[in-house]
């Protein structure tokens, strides 16, 4: 097991996940510094990767190498038979040396626009009340805040988002929305996101996107890839109804 | 060159290895479940071993060809009948055109395999042909087969040739021709109870104790709730030692995942790409196959072996899919 401190004061691990997979751990929290070193990871190995590199899956405090194991090993076996998942581990180990946080550089900022309430926002109402606001008050905060995307999961271009504000965090639905439109843009306890596909949900619907963050014909399939900033900025029916025209 | 579905049975879709390269876009990776099928159903009629192929589901599933075809079946034994004749498993074999190929039920396994040479002319959808089936991405018009569909496939293969042709010389009035041959496949069992091979997952330190041992020493059944996605098991209820916050990372083809009711889920073929439950074990790469061949009702045990041990595997198993490559080649003229 290869278990070793890395530049930084964060101790980073490297666990296999099967005979195929290595998780690079870079932490057990949610923060912007390790999310950093996921991001520079994730591009490295989108630029330099190996022979027999599957892909990787960035999440917040991981990346997770796929591999197949035969090519390898037929590759980088230099007669000492180390196995795969050594290889592997030793190769993120030297790359995750020289990775370079670029601090300075910019992050993606991807506009979405979001009709807030009515119809598309069902419960933009209960997320006012349930924080003692007005829903104005919730459209202003939840639009100006800037959100990090730490990941892509739970379903395709689904992006798990930091930074909202506590004063308008708010419980799951007690009963879940069988269906929930896509385009759905939520809030969950201290989460908010946007739903890419319609799925069963219990997040408190504050409004809805014309703008489709799940495209399997295009390259990449996702609007949102981890570590982009995203802003909302609120839209009126009309605006939403045009968008939606214009991009049918 | 094509072919008709008469009735899609149970379940019936297109596969092939699978979509890698987009699971960080949320992207799930499908594919076949049985992949090791999937592969020796390609090799033995010539195709690359990741071509597309029909992904059959226990039973009910019937198929008419519009042509003289070269086919092979392979997976479970899903009593594959042509114009009501048991055809064999794991062996090339020419169909004459207009019969019809039936999936009658099962002796053994769950899933068949039907590859045609030169493979299915169906476009990929990010770099693969798998259907993906929640999403309706990919296949055939990115859901299961349906009554009527027609499904086109393309010219076979310079390899498959010299063996068509004499599958054809010996055919004369019978629906279908085969081969003395075959490749064997040990991974369809069917006996009552299978030991599954698995390494111990990211979180098996935080399990109890007693949930440990009961892991690996009780039976656990496949429940009905069982589909491509992931098989719910009933057994034991594994608990933590006590509660801790898991963050979402990443899972894979195999990985055993205990939600907080205490039955554990192995994700396979359709599973997200990432979870947040904690990881008691990840089934070992070479007994994927046997899994995907379960039935709900059957019972598995799991067995601990050790990463290194599940590497050697692999390798051995790819170096027999090798010999099988090898092997195969020579007997292209031979029937």
Known sequence: MIQRMGLTENKIEMKPLGDSAVVVKFGTDINSVVHRKVKALTLKLQHHSFKGFIECVPAFASVTVFYNPLIVKRSYDTGKNKSPFDIVSFMMEEIVKELVEDQEENPRIVEIPVCYGGEYGPDLQFVADENHMSIEEVIKIHSSGEYLVYMIGFAPGFPYLGGLSEKIATPRRSSPRVSIPVGSVGIAGNQTGVYPISTPGGWQLIGRTPAALFQPEHNPPSLLASGDVVKFVPITVDEYEKYQETTQ | ?335
């Open chain 2, 1 to 335: 060159m094509s072919i008709k579905v008469i009735r899609p049975g149970l379940l019936a879709s297109i596969q092939d290895l699978g979509r890698y390269g987009f699971q960080k876009y949320g992207v799930i990776v499908s594919g076949a479940m049985d992949s090791y099928a999937l592969r020796i159903a390609n090799l033995l009629i010539g195709n690359q071993e990741g071509e597309a192929a029909i992904e059959v589901t226990l039973m009910g599933t019937s198929l008419q060809f519009e042509e003289d075809s070269l086919i092979a079946i392979t997976g479970g034994n899903l009593s594959p009948k042509i114009e009501g004749e048991a055809v064999p498993l794991w062996r090339p074999v020419l169909i004459k055109k207009g019969s019809i190929l039936q999936f009658t039920a099962s002796q053994s396994g769950c899933r068949a395999y039907v590859t045609v040479a030169g493979g299915f002319d169906i476009p990929q959808i990010m770099e693969s042909k798998s259907t993906y089936l929640r999403g309706g991405i990919g296949g055939f018009k990115g859901r299961s087969l349906q009554a009527g569909d027609v499904l086109p496939f393309q010219e076979k293969t310079k390899a498959s040739a010299p063996l068509f042709a004499r599958l054809k010389q010996n055919l004369k009035n019978r629906s279908f021709g085969s081969v003395e041959w075959y490749v064997p496949a040990g991974h369809v069992m069917n006996t009552s109870e299978r030991v599954i091979r698995v390494i111990k997952g990211m979180e098996f330190d935080k399990f109890s104790s007693s949930s440990r041992e009961q892991f690996f020493e009780q039976e656990f059944q496949i429940t009905p709730q069982s589909d491509r996605m992931g098989y719910r098991l009933s057994g034991p209820e594994l608990q933590l030692e006590q509660p801790f916050e898991l963050l979402s990372e990443a899972v894979a083809e195999g990985t055993i995942q205990v939600p907080k009711d205490g039955n554990p889920i192995i994700l396979l073929a359709d599973r997200q790409t990432t979870g947040g439950y904690p990881r008691i074990a990840q089934i070992s790469s070479v007994d994927l196959p046997v899994v995907a061949q379960l039935k709900p009702g059957e019972k598995i045990r799991f067995k601990e072996i050790t990463r290194e041990e599940s590497e050697r595997l692999y390798l051995k198993r790819e170096q027999d899919i090798e010999e099988i490559k090898t092997g195969l080649s020579l007997k292209k003229w031979s029937l």
